[in-house]
């Protein structure tokens, strides 16, 4: 009798039998949803396993330190796993082909710790090893990954394994490269910066490379209300650069993290980092033509005429949503000729119209108000003060916009609202219907339609899928779950990261249900149909240690495997201090790791932890 060995997270459609194929018309998801918890572990349904794939200050290349909380420094940290694991983007190997068993994980480092990093830690005075490895310890992280019998395993001194760490020289490319605002002491011609940190969600392009959403940048650079007032002050506040001494300090050591010093070193972060992961040796570029926001993250989808449409969120209160659109399409059969083609295009931000309509919006030099009367003297401007032309071209302020995805079976793109508490019910922060709720706690989930299903259109229609919450609670009103019966979902709130599986099933990582100003629970990644009678059925299919978020949930190419980060464990404790989790071991200190989680052949173990 012929048997499969493939384990699918769903029902696999092409082996649906025919009650299986009944259901086709629903979600394919099988696995019995968990409840919300605060289990010590990483909890996983029953019948999938779980094992660690690599976590913080694992050796990296060959002759790389093991891992010692009592020894770090910036070298060895630098050959090591980063801090804080982010989005995860897997990228098979050998390049091209499907492999789902061996790949590339490429690992956002979204930041360094302070005194869950360090015992002794001081906030005010860290040591200069402490802060050399808080710079190495964020930017990304290539490594190889093989899946064994005994499940996922990182291959230590892969020809592909690399750090990018806020030290690592990374090009500028694109209209802003060589700009004034962009040039430094270290930097006279505005070309090449050191570092990338806050790397938060991000995404993969059609030819194999890596994108990183440089997020929360200026919480590292201190002491603005040192610089006198004026425009260049008046900049560095529309983006919330730290007013006095960052949390961090590494201002204490280096100039360029100290604004009266360095001022123009900011305007070097906030972009969208792309990196070949298949090429050890080729430099990372920021591409300046998407625009310089906090970018949660950037996620690709290939227009009709073959133009590359990446999607990204600027992750604050109030901020917008962004598009950019290549100038050329993309070659699927030379793939070096799609080297620099983020660097020609036209980036938009969405203006969500109050009847379900919307538009793109240029942000092009000379496009209406984007001219020398408002400042912007040429496009260069327009990209580094992107929330200063996104305010002049009358954009939709949104509830703290996260991550982005396009479902790959529909198309449809949706919009992670994450919370906004500032949002009021009325005046200049009021709501509107794309933000509809006053104290939005909890936060929304926007559908998205491209004109045409063409991710180039500059018109599109949009709906809220999902108002997070607790249908049962009155304060959370109204809750919505894409028309599902609200009595049978899981709530959820505070989503942040997205990812969808083969089937177009959208997973939800949220981050916040640990607070206790919405849930008090464990964070989640949560799957939901958006298609179908079970269009809304949101259910938990794992979740965190307390302390933490899931971030970067993906999928391998053929499903079987979905790989997690485990962000800050522990969190809201320190070294030493108050202990929140020791994650995934039983002693100090708590370590950020990367999860694999299958469907298992037996039994199998379903925590990881204490
Ligand atoms: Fe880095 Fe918006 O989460
Ligand atoms: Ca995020
Ligand atoms: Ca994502
Ligand atoms: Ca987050």
């Keep these: 009798m012929k048997t499969t060995r493939r384990r699918f997270l769903y029902a696999p459609l092409l082996l649906a039998g025919p009650r299986a194929l009944a259901q086709q018309a629903s979600s394919g998801l099988t696995f019995r949803g968990l409840e919300h918890n605060r289990e010590p572990g990483f909890v996983v349904p029953e019948g999938y396993r779980l094992n660690l794939v690599i976590g913080w200050g694992d050796p990296l290349t060959a002759g790389a330190p093991s891992f010692d909380v009592n020894a770090q420094n910036g070298a060895a940290q630098s050959v090591q796993f980063g801090y804080n694991c982010d989005h995860l983007g897997y990228f098979p190997l050998p390049s091209g082909s499907d492999n789902s068993s061996r790949g590339l994980l490429v690992v956002n480092h979204e930041s360094s710790g302070t005194g869950l990093m360090f015992f002794s830690y001081v906030t005010a005075t860290p040591t200069r090893d402490q802060v050399d490895a808080g710079l190495a310890s964020v930017g990304l992280s290539v490594v190889e990954v093989e899946r064994t ?20 020289v990374i090009e500028i490319s694109g209209p802003a490269a060589g700009a004034d605002w962009m040039k430094t ?22 030819w194999g490379t890596a994108l990183s959403g440089e997020e929360g940048f200026t919480g590292y650079f201190g002491n603005l209300s040192q610089l006198p007032p004026g425009e260049l002050r008046d900049l560095h506040t529309r983006y919330g650069m730290t007013a006095g001494a960052t949390g961090r300090r590494w201002e204490n050591y280096y100039s360029r993290f100290d604004i009266p010093r360095e001022p123009n070193e900011g305007f070097r972060f906030g972009w969208v980092v792309e990196l070949d992961p298949y090429d050890p040796s080729s430099p990372p570029k920021k591409r300046t033509a998407l625009g310089r926001v906090k970018h949660e ?13 990446v999607y990204t969120g600027d992750d604050q209160a109030f901020e917008r949503v962004y598009k950019f659109v290549t100038s050329r399409p993309w070659n699927p059969n030379n793939r070096a000729a799609n080297r620099d083609l983020l660097d020609e295009g036209t980036l938009y931000v969405a203006r969500f119209n109050e009847d379900g309509t919307g538009d793109w919006l240029p942000l092009i030099w000379g496009y209406g108000p984007l001219a020398p009367s408002r400042g912007f003297r040429n496009q260069a401007d327009v990209l580094i003060h992107a929330r200063l032309a996104a305010d002049a071209l009358g954009a939709t302020r949104m509830d703290r916009p996260e991550d982005i995805e396009a479902n790959p079976v529909t198309g449809k793109v949706y919009i992670n609202c994450t919370s906004n508490t500032g949002r009021t019910a009325s005046g200049p922060n009021g709501t509107d219907r794309a933000n509809p709720r006053a104290n939005n706690r909890h936060g929304h989930i926007i559908e ?6 063409n991710s180039a259109a500059t018109e599109f229609r949009w709906s809220i899928f999902m108002l997070c919450g607790k249908p049962n609670v009155r304060e959370d009103q109204p809750t919505y779950y894409g028309g599902y019966d609200m009595s049978k979902v899981t709530p959820i709130s505070t989503p942040d990261n997205l990812a969808f599986d083969n089937l177009g099933n959208m997973w939800i990582a949220t981050d916040g249900m640990r607070s206790t100003g919405t849930f008090g629970v464990n964070d989640a990644v949560v799957a939901c149909p958006v298609e179908g009678p079970e269009r809304g059925y949101a259910r938990m299919f794992c979740s965190v240690p307390p302390g933490a978020e899931p971030t970067g949930p993906e999928f391998t190419p053929d499903n079987e495997t979905l790989f997690v980060s485990v962000q800050h464990p522990g969190e809201g404790g320190t070294l030493g201090g108050t202990v929140v989790s020791n994650w995934p071991g039983n002693s100090e200190p708590p370590r950020a790791s990367v999860v694999a989680i299958t469907k298992a052949a037996g039994a199998g173990e379903r925590r990881i932890g204490s």
């Design 185 to 206: 002491s270290y930097d006279p011609a505005g070309t090449r910066v050191r570092g990338s940190w806050t790397n938060c969600a991000g995404g993969k392009t059609p």
């Design 297 to 309: 993250g950037a996620a690709c989808r290939v227009a009709q005429d073959g133009r590359v449409a």
């Design 149 to 168: 019998p005994n499940g996922w395993v990182y291959v230590q001194g892969s020809q592909f394994n690399r750090r990018v760490t806020g030290e690592t």
């Design 448 to 453: 998205l339609v491209e004109a045409g299903d």
